[in-house]
């Protein structure tokens, strides 16, 4: 029996705690199913035999993981795509109106017009990588607020945020070790984290989180790299008008790894440290600077990957 949908057909699904709400390009049909196992099985089922050409979610970065992981598993072309492009499609087509079933058909017409790529699923190791930095981030995020509150603190309450300071700090100590002992349970991450760390500024954490979060790194040319991470500069030109060029999206995780790097190689990197200077010194703005720097160490570690070289300082 033909399909009554449009050929190619794509999906749109919007992801919600307890629901999805599917539409299908096209057609004015949605419906709706639970955000659990059972109704990942009845939205396959429904799909196989339609024969989609994409399947589009909105990566919120948890929501959407477990039904995203049982299409691509039952070997449906699915993909969580920035929820931040399907909003602004969404306002350049006029769209206004916002509720779980009209997200999930301008979801489904931001596939049929832009039709983004199907990226291969992170594995269930690296996905476990991923939770261990992930976890540690909150822990420092947790002693930095301790930390000021400290700072405001009546007396009476300094033995209480003191013991609670020492806790976080134990933990934080307990989830590098654990970072790194499952980071050399695999010997290709023993080897990239190696090669990372063989440059100046780039340490423990931000070789991980570059394994983990950045698995294209090496595998991508520069430009692309840089726009992944969301690093290239992109214009800001009308008529004669010059803009200031800026960098928009991406990854901030790795994002944020590389801007600590980067501090650390101001005394650790004398090559990235005068590539720094010199922005400064001809008029660019310290935080103008620091991101060109983020984005030359990144291309610079994006070679080493892909050659398999360790660090080398380009020749002045």
């Given amino acids: 029996m033909p399909s009554p949908f449009a050929s190619p057909l794509f999906v749109g699904i919007d992801v919600s705690g307890p629901f999805l709400d599917i539409a299908y390009h096209g057609s004015a049909e949605t419906f709706r199913l639970p955000n659990a196992p059972e109704g990942f099985a009845e939205l396959i089922n429904r799909l ?12 919120t970065g948890k929501l959407e993981r477990a039904v995203l992981q049982a299409l691509c598993q039952a070997g449906l072309p ?14 350049s087509a006029g769209q206004q109106a916002k ?24 594995d269930e190791q690296t996905q476990q990588l991923q939770a261990l930095i992930l976890r540690r981030a909150q822990l420092i995020e947790m002693l930095t607020a301790e930390q000021n509150r400290r700072k405001r603190a009546h007396k009476s309450a300094l033995p209480s945020i003191d013991e609670f ?19 050399h349970t695999n010997e290709l991450w023993r080897k990239n984290e190696a090669l990372l760390r063989s440059t100046p500024g780039v340490g423990k954490t931000t070789a991980a989180t570059l394994i983990a979060f950045l698995p294209e790194l090496g595998s991508l040319n520069n430009r692309q790299i840089a726009s992944l991470v969301g690093l290239a500069p992109f214009n800001s030109d009308s008529g004669t008008h010059r803009g200031e060029r800026h960098t928009k999206g991406g990854r901030h995780f790795v994002r944020r790894a590389l801007y600590m790097a980067c501090v650390a190689a101001q005394r650790a990197n004398p090559y990235l440290k ?19 720097g983020m984005r030359k160490l990144l291309t610079q570690l994006n070679a080493m990957m892909r050659d398999g070289t360790v660090w080398n300082p380009p020749k002045p």
């Fill in 78 to 91: 699915a993909v969580a795509v920035n929820s931040t492009w399907v909003r602004e499609f969404a306002r």
């Fill in 274 to 292: 005068a590539f720094c200077d010199q922005l400064r010194a001809r008029g660019k703005k310290t935080k103008v600077a620091f991101v060109a």
């Fill in 99 to 122: 509720t779980d079933r009209i997200d999930a058909r301008v979801i489904a017409r931001y596939g049929a017009v832009m039709q983004p790529e199907v990226r291969p699923l992170t």
């Fill in 165 to 183: 300071i020492q806790f976080i700090t134990q933990r934080i100590k307990d989830a590098d070790r654990d970072i790194d002992s499952f980071l």
């Fill in 48 to 59: 196989l035999p339609l024969k989609p050409k994409l399947i589009v979610l909105e990566a």
